[in-house]
């Protein structure tokens, strides 16, 4: 039974976290020995790696920052989760300081490893331990915290220079995240996004016009489409991802027209196949 009992989509500061879990105030695998409970912090509005849901499965990047993570310290810990009997509780970030709380969460499998880049742009072994809420919860988190969440990635990305932003993009996970709000939401890759904007120059790779309008940033307003679509299966890659006016954008998802499809694949391969792009 646990010592803990906070209502699921409840928002607490990080002062009520520490209290109620007796806690550390920081870090994102917060161990309590007195509550016997691990809470894991996943904070989208400064993550380095992003976590990610698939269907009711979260993919939990383990701790470690530079260099090849290892199952010690709170990694060891939620890897015996299911042995050594710690109550693991998941809070989400979408907004800074507040801590959107989504339950009690288990191991729905065996943790793996996978590539990600680290704080100095190397790639490097991580850690990912996939999850599901306890008890099968139903809640669901509101259209607008993942909207939020995604405004602000890409408003960091943009900031980046060429060279880091190229090394994420060509790193980035191929799969997109998908999760449950209202509707289902695919979460794109702001790497991958801005990349196929910077290359595009402002120019839309289908009707190879410039953008009908400049955005409220003074930037050629582009949309960013995936060739085959993500609910289809595609890609979330810079090898499927393209910048279009927002008239093409429509045609496309109206019409999805086999010559244009065939163009864009091949104006993107052009691209990404090159080992150094210029954007």
């Known amino acids: 039974m646990s010592l803990v009992k906070i209502e699921p989509i409840s928002t607490l500061n990080n002062s009520e976290i520490t209290e109620i879990f007796k806690c550390a105030p920081q ?11 691990l809470v894991l912090v996943s904070d989208h509005t400064k993550a ?11 993919h939990y990047t383990g701790m ?13 810990t939620v890897a015996e989760s299911i042995s050594n009997k710690v109550e693991m509780h998941l809070f989400e970030v979408f907004e800074a300081k507040k801590y959107v709380y989504r339950g009690v969460v ?6 793996y490893q996978e590539e990600q880049l680290d704080d100095n742009d190397q790639l490097r072994q991580v850690w990912v331990f996939p ?4 008890d099968d919860q139903k809640f669901i988190i509101p259209d607008k915290l993942i909207k939020m ?17 190229e090394n994420r993009a060509r790193t980035a996970r191929r799969k997109s995240s998908k999760r449950k709000t209202i509707s289902t939401t695919y979460e794109r890759d702001p790497y991958v996004t801005e990349f196929a904007k910077r290359w595009a120059k402002g120019v839309c790779q289908l009707c190879e016009q410039p953008a009908p309008y400049l955005n409220m940033n003074g930037e050629p307003h582009l949309h960013t489409h995936h060739i085959k679509w993500l609910s289809r299966g595609g890609d979330d890659s810079i090898y499927n991802t393209i ?32 080992e150094t792009i210029k954007i």
């Open 106 to 111: 288990k191991l729905a499998d065996e943790p």
């Open 131 to 134: 999850l599901v809420l306890a």
């Open 48 to 58: 380095l790696y992003e976590d990610r849901w698939d269907g009711n499965v979260f």
């Open 149 to 165: 969440k995604q405004v602000l990635r890409e408003k960091k990305v943009r900031k980046l220079g060429e060279t880091v932003l």
């Open 243 to 274: 910048a279009l006016c927002p008239n093409c954008h429509d045609k496309m998802h109206i019409l999805d027209l086999e010559e244009d499809v065939r163009k864009l694949q091949e104006k993107v391969l052009k691209c990404v196949e090159v």
């Open 64 to 76: 470690g920052r530079t260099g090849d993570q290892t199952l010690t310290s709170q990694n060891k």
């Open 27 to 37: 870090g994102g695998m917060r161990r309590s020995l007195e509550t016997n409970t």
